[in-house]
């Protein structure tokens, strides 16, 4: 079966990068019929998707947060990575990765079928 | 971007009754919109996708209903594991959720 396990520091620094790896064991990552997303969900509050990548490389990123990140796949070690730079307060969260399940006719990228446990990130000095 | 409006924000339901969960978006999404279930402390889990379709290890009591705008989660005879918040998602144009409706006993 899928699992998805997120890890990374918990606490980061504000200016600092935010870096998470979030690890595949049940399949590979470069299933054609999966991509991989990254959603964040503030204490006590809802979710944000973040961004996504495809084995091949290709990357979709939300437009509010897109400068700022980077999401990579590593299929060598059957991983997918988060990047976030220059973080401030607002970006503590508990950090999720999930798989996409792709449409079997068109690859379209499409809802989000397995999720990790999720881990926190504390933004603070 | 397509904005997800749930209402309510939160719903008390007694067990054994049905609730219904209402998501609006702000532009059509035809039937690409997934329901997701969330308890304290655990990550979502995925409840109903194709607006209608019921994923792995949800019973029949929980049915999903719309397209292009305007979509429903209904779950009938509530049990105790079904309070939870539940959030619903738009899959057409990228990714974004609404804001989540608490459903609690009482």
């Known amino acids: 079966q899928l699992q998805l396990q997120e890890s990374g520091p918990g606490l980061v620094k504000p200016s600092e990068t935010l870096s998470l790896t979030c690890t595949v064991s049940g399949d590979s990552i470069s299933n054609s019929n999966f991509y991989w997303g990254w959603i964040r969900q503030p204490p006590g509050k809802g979710l944000e998707w973040i961004g996504s990548?495809?084995?091949?490389?290709?990357?979709y990123y939300n437009s509010s947060l897109k400068t700022r990140v980077t999401i990579s796949v590593d299929t060598s070690k059957n991983q997918v990575s988060l990047r976030l730079s220059s973080v401030t307060a607002a970006d503590t969260a508990v950090y999720y990765c999930?798989?996409?399940?792709?449409?079997?006719?068109?690859?379209?990228?499409?809802?989000?079928?397995?999720w990790g446990q999720g881990t926190l990130v504390t933004v603070s000095s | 971007e397509i904005v997800m409006t749930q209402s309510p924000a939160t719903l008390s339901v007694s067990p054994g009754e049905s609730a219904t969960l209402s998501c609006r978006a702000s532009?059509?999404?035809?039937?690409?919109l997934a329901w997701y279930q969330q308890k304290p402390g655990q990550a979502p889990r995925l409840l109903i996708y194709?607006?209608?379709t019921r994923a792995t290890g949800f019973p029949a009591r929980f049915s999903g209903s719309g397209s292009g705008t305007e979509f429903t989660l209904t779950i009938s005879s509530l049990q105790s594991e079904d309070f939870a918040v539940y959030y619903c998602?738009?899959?057409?144009?990228?990714?974004?959720f609404g804001q989540g409706t608490k459903v609690e006993i009482k």
């Open positions: 194709g607006a209608s």
């Open positions: 998602q738009q899959y057409n144009d990228w990714w974004t």
């Open positions: 532009q059509s999404v035809s039937s690409n």
């Open positions: 999930a798989t996409i399940i792709s449409n079997p006719k068109t690859g379209r990228p499409q809802y989000f079928q397995h």
């Open positions: 990548g495809y084995y091949s490389g290709s990357a």
